[in-house]
């Protein structure tokens, strides 16, 4: 089949035959045009129940609309990762393991999780989340580094390389919403699958070199490594009460910023 | 020469174009036929993912259905305030301050927000909450009001003045020495009313959102944290309802009593399907507000 008897995913670059509805790759839907608001946020591809999507020699199958489950066909030699309490069920012949994490004390410590498990092939698995949210299905290309809120990863296709990102800075540390650390991951030669669950809608939009947007920290999903965070904190009083502290974290591009609009205010807890 | 076809949005009465996909006064679809409960209650249809809604020169955009996102884009001289909490993103033009509120050690005790924000045009802002729902788009014509409970709100436009009042809704429980006096819809509920120019008040109802027009004198009992909001005219006040069967235990206790908001009309009243646990020691009821009522079945 030529070039030309293919159609290009908006969402993921993605080439999928034209008969395709849905991508073959993210599971975006290819029949509908994508939704941008005025001010240039564009909504996460809504998976359509029962979209299958393909990595390696496995598929994933995305169940269900409010709370969606991501169901693994796992091929032969293929394995993915995760973190262990997004296991919704798997087959008895689906083997699991643990995957070995550098700095794993300073991962306890931050309230990350350093224990990973690894789920591998052949059989299936499947994984879900507590809130309702969407799934966003994000094929990366060799090359790609992206930053990930933590405990927001569902899952990953083991030819990803995971890691951690410190947080730069005691402001941002303390007021953005993150903690110490990012996840990070990297990919190398091999292409890869990584699927997040954001809670409520989830909106990303591309920045260009040195634009910015403030951003409440919490709603902050995922970003590419060139993507820049620092907090800024703005004071508002009224008369004799001290008032708050509004911090708001300063995101600025180039690169991809992806948010959930169902956010957990860290200074209203 | 005759008038273009006009179109009267059921929800908010606003009058406009027929070939709108979507009332630009409160973003109801056009497009979706009422959908009323047997017992009269109407579901309010979702804001479709991208409606706009207009007010002064400005407009918001209502994006995303799980949990949507009210999208400003304020014009020079229009502004909105919101809880600060309830703030997603905002660009560098939107200008954010502290709005000062009357009463604010009675907000502090009574755990109402004690700082109001508002933002200024131009610029862009926008705002979210944290529980799946809906956005409830209530447009005000001048000098009309609407009451709404405490924590239901999000954001407002300038037009629109902010004040509070006692809701009057209360009991008071009793063990022993330790008496404990309970707000079922909070010690304060926040009232908006349009001045001199229409305005538009945003809620978020957490689940689903319906909403029924009481006539005169009609009632109607609702879990008292269901309630999103009322027109002033309706008149509320707390129901005790001890079920039958449980006489081992003495009358007044916990464990034997529901306690309802009464509604009565006239006016509008909204409630939300997904409602918080009602705080109730579950001690023994010791005196409650004056007009409240009981039946022992």
């Given at each position: 089949?030529?070039?030309?008897?293919?159609?290009?995913?908006s969402?993921c670059?993605?080439?999928s035959?034209?008969?395709?509805?849905t991508?073959i790759?993210c599971?975006a839907?290819?029949?509908?045009?994508?939704?941008?608001?005025?001010s240039?946020?564009r909504s996460?591809?809504r998976?359509?129940?029962?979209t299958?999507?393909?990595?390696?020699?496995?598929?994933?199958?995305?169940?269900?609309?409010?709370?969606p489950v991501?169901?693994?066909?796992?091929?032969?030699r293929?394995?993915?990762f995760f973190?262990?309490?997004?296991?919704l069920?798997?087959d008895?012949?689906?083997?699991?393991g643990?995957?070995?994490?550098q700095?794993?004390m300073?991962?306890?410590?931050a309230?990350m999780?350093?224990?990973?498990?690894?789920?591998s092939g052949?059989?299936r698995i499947?994984f879900?989340r507590d809130?309702?949210?969407?799934?966003?299905v994000?094929?990366?290309?060799?090359?790609?580094?992206l930053?990930v809120r933590?405990h927001?990863?569902?899952l990953c296709?083991?030819?990803?390389?995971?890691?951690?990102t410190?947080?730069?800075?005691?402001r941002?540390i303390?007021?953005?919403?993150q903690?110490?650390?990012?996840?990070?991951?990297?990919?190398r030669?091999?292409?890869?699958l990584l699927i997040?669950?954001?809670?409520?809608n989830?909106?990303?939009?591309?920045?260009?070199?040195g634009?910015?947007?403030?951003?409440?920290p919490g709603?902050?999903?995922?970003?590419d490594?060139?993507?820049?965070?620092?907090v800024?904190?703005?004071?508002?009083t009224?008369?004799l009460f001290g008032g708050?502290g509004?911090s708001?974290?300063r995101m600025t591009?180039?690169?991809?910023?992806g948010?959930?609009?169902?956010y957990h205010?860290?200074?209203?807890? | 020469m005759?008038?273009p076809?006009?179109y009267?949005?059921?929800?908010c009465k606003?009058?406009?174009?027929?070939?709108?996909i979507?009332?630009p006064?409160?973003?109801?679809?056009?497009?979706v036929?009422r959908?009323?409960?047997?017992?009269?209650?109407?579901e309010?249809?979702?804001?479709k993912?991208m409606a706009k809604?207009?007010?002064?020169q400005?407009?918001?955009?209502?994006?995303?259905?799980?949990?949507p996102?009210a999208?400003?884009?304020l014009?020079?001289?229009?502004?909105?305030?919101?809880a600060?909490?309830?703030?997603?993103?905002k660009?560098?033009q939107a200008?954010?301050?502290?709005?000062s509120l009357?009463?604010?050690?009675k907000?502090?005790?009574?755990?109402?927000?004690?700082?109001?924000?508002q933002?200024?045009?131009?610029?862009?802002?926008?705002?979210?909450k944290?529980?799946?729902?809906?956005?409830?788009a209530?447009?005000?014509e001048?000098g009309?009001?609407?009451d709404?409970?405490?924590h239901?709100?999000?954001?407002?436009?300038?037009?629109?003045?902010?004040?509070w009042?006692?809701?009057g809704?209360?009991?008071r429980t009793?063990?022993?020495?330790?008496?404990?006096?309970?707000?079922?819809?909070?010690?304060?509920?926040d009232?908006?009313?349009?001045g001199?120019?229409?305005?538009l008040?945003l809620?978020h109802?957490a689940?689903n959102v319906?909403?029924?027009?009481?006539?005169?004198?009609q009632?109607i009992l609702?879990?008292?944290?269901s309630?999103?909001?009322?027109?002033?005219?309706v008149?509320?006040?707390?129901?005790?309802?001890?079920?039958?069967?449980?006489?081992?235990v003495?009358?007044?206790?916990?464990?034997?009593?529901?306690?309802w908001?009464?509604?009565t009309g006239?006016?509008?009243v909204?409630?939300?399907s997904h409602?918080?646990p009602?705080?109730?020691?579950?001690?023994?009821?010791?005196?409650f507000e004056?007009?409240?009522?009981?039946?022992?079945w």
């Open positions: 089949m030529s070039a030309l008897q293919r159609i290009a995913c969402w670059g993605s080439q035959p034209t008969e395709a509805t991508c790759a599971g839907p290819l029949d509908v045009k994508n939704l941008v608001s005025d240039g946020w996460a591809p998976l359509r129940d029962m299958e999507l393909r990595f390696g020699n496995s598929t994933c199958q995305v169940e269900g609309e409010i709370v991501a169901e693994i066909t796992l091929g032969e293929d394995s993915i973190e262990h309490h997004v296991m069920w798997k008895l012949s689906v083997a699991l643990v995957m070995s994490l700095g794993g300073k991962r306890a410590l309230g999780p350093f224990v990973v498990s690894i789920a052949q059989g499947a879900s809130a309702a949210g969407e799934l966003v994000m094929p990366l290309h060799p090359g790609m580094e930053d933590e927001a990863f569902l296709s083991h030819s990803i390389d995971f890691s951690y410190r947080v730069q800075g005691l941002n303390l007021f953005g919403g903690g110490m650390f990012m996840d990070r991951f990297v990919t030669d091999a292409p890869g997040l669950h954001g809670y409520g989830v909106f990303e939009r591309k920045l260009k070199a634009e910015s947007i403030l951003l409440e709603a902050f999903l995922y970003k490594a060139s993507v820049t965070m620092n800024e904190t703005q004071k508002l009224t008369g708050v509004m708001l974290a591009g180039p690169g991809r910023l948010i959930q609009s169902m205010h860290h200074q209203t807890e | 005759t008038d076809v006009r009267t949005c059921p929800w606003h009058s406009s174009d027929a070939g709108s979507s009332c006064a409160c973003g109801a679809p056009v497009d036929r959908s009323i409960t047997k017992s009269g209650w109407s309010l249809p979702p804001i993912d809604i207009q007010f002064g400005s407009f918001c955009q209502i994006e995303g259905t799980l949990v996102v999208d400003f884009k014009s020079p001289g229009d502004g909105v305030y919101f600060h909490h309830l703030l997603l993103w660009d560098d200008q954010v301050s502290a709005m009357k009463g604010g050690w907000r502090l005790f009574a755990g109402m927000p004690l700082v109001m924000t933002a200024s045009g131009p610029g862009r802002i926008a705002f979210s944290d529980k799946p729902g809906e956005m409830v209530i447009p005000l001048r009309r009001a609407v709404v409970r405490e239901v709100f999000m954001v407002a436009t300038h037009s629109v003045a902010y004040d009042f006692n809701s809704i209360w009991f009793r063990e022993d020495k330790k008496v404990e006096t309970h707000y079922p819809v909070g010690m304060f509920m009232r908006f009313t349009a001199s120019a229409a305005g008040v809620l109802g689940g319906y909403i029924r027009d009481l006539q005169p004198g009632s609702v879990k008292p944290t309630l999103l909001f009322k027109d002033t005219g008149r509320m006040n707390l129901h005790f309802e001890y079920p039958y069967g449980t006489y081992f003495p009358w007044r206790s916990w464990g034997n009593r529901y306690v908001l009464s509604l006239p006016g509008r909204g409630v939300q409602f918080e009602m705080e109730d020691s579950g001690y023994r009821l010791d005196s004056p007009n409240a009522t009981e039946t022992q």
